[in-house]
């Protein structure tokens, strides 16, 4: 395999570095990344976003028009709107979701968090996730940064991973390896 990551994933990282960078020199970077973090919801839930930011048809003018509503409606942070315009103007707002969702990653780094995955066979209340996290966070001695999903397919149970450490509790694993047994025997 090619040490290369490929010239979108090389683009996102160096775009959002630049942002961190610049953000933390403007003494704005929780708004930037709260912002950002909105911009990403953004895309995953607007069609009408992501079909403005990935057709490469869209002329400049557009996004940057679009860009502008948006920053009005949500008042985004004028660095970040400056930011994304820059993006606009040389043709990389096609990479707008992988530079952000970096920029967030490093942002996360930086505070030293580790990030974790939480998959729950039930969908959890507000507290059992926190209560998860905390749990976490002792056992890891380090703030943990907790995605959650709610995933009906395991049946039963939960899958926690933190970096490379796993442990998977569903029924479904559970099933999977009675079933991988009784192949074998």
């Known amino acids: 395999m090619s040490k290369n990551k490929g010239f979108s994933e090389t683009s996102a990282g160096r775009y959002s570095l630049a942002l961190y960078e610049l953000a933390v020199e403007a003494n704005n970077l929780n708004e930037i990344e709260v ?3 909105s911009i990403i919801n953004l895309i995953t839930s607007s069609e009408d976003f992501k079909s403005l930011i990935k057709d490469p048809t ?3 003018e557009d996004q940057l028009n679009a860009l502008s509503k948006i920053s009005e ?3 985004l942070n004028e660095l970040l709107t400056k930011f994304l315009s820059f993006l606009i103007s040389k043709r990389r707002f096609f990479y707008v979701d992988k530079i952000l969702k970096s920029f967030v990653e490093t942002c996360s780094v930086k505070r030293g968090e580790l990030k974790a995955e939480l998959t729950s066979a039930k ?3 507000e507290n059992e996730i926190n209560n998860i996290k905390e749990e976490l966070t002792k056992n890891f001695s380090s703030k943990i940064k907790l ?3 709610h995933d009906a397919s395991l049946i ?3 899958i926690v991973q933190v970096g490379s450490t796993m442990v998977d509790t569903s029924i479904k694993n559970k ?3 009675i079933e991988n047994r009784m192949i074998e025997a």
């Open 123 to 125: 969908d959890l209340t």
């Open 156 to 158: 039963g149970g939960l």
């Open 73 to 75: 409606q949500y008042k």
């Open 58 to 60: 869209n002329n400049k």
């Open 35 to 37: 912002h950002s973090a």
């Open 147 to 149: 995605n959650y999903k």
């Open 175 to 177: 099933l999977q390896q």
